[in-house]
């Protein structure tokens, strides 16, 4: 009797603790949907504290990190921005578009280099770059 209330206890912890990895997996998609949506509105700062919440929740969120960067280089804050695109790399290191928003931030701050070895990288994940940009990145790199 006693080693089937044992069993049943375990049995008991186990599940609240799958329950509580879900509730708190479906709680930042939550945070991360909200920040979309205010991301997509142009409202910055409330995605970027919607992004900030889900990745409490789930650290390993390389998707909130690469899209509380978007918001950051929308305010034109591209070191925050790069630290974010980064962060979303090292979870995922073939992350095509973090790769191609980083080179980006890169161009803005004019570290063409950077830019370029991010859109080199970003090509070899079959990230399509826009050839506007490519020529941008180029003409820039040239006149440096």
Known sequence: MQRKNWMIAVAAI??????????????????????????AKGEYDQAIACFDKAIRIEPGFAQAYCNRGTAYYEKNQ??????????????NPDF???????????????????????????QSLDH????????ALWMASAGK
């Open 96 to 122: 095509a578009e973090a790769y191609y928003n980083r080179a980006v931030s890169y161009y803005h701050k004019k570290e063409y280099d950077k830019a370029r070895q991010d859109v080199e990288k970003a």
């Open 78 to 91: 591209y070191d925050p921005a790069i630290r974010d695109f980064t962060k979303a790399i090292e979870i």
């Open 128 to 135: 399509q770059v826009s050839p506007e940009f490519l020529k």
């Open 14 to 39: 186990a599940l609240a603790m799958v329950a509580y990895c879900v509730f708190g997996l479906v709680r930042g998609i939550s945070c991360y949907n909200r920040g979309a949506a205010h991301l």
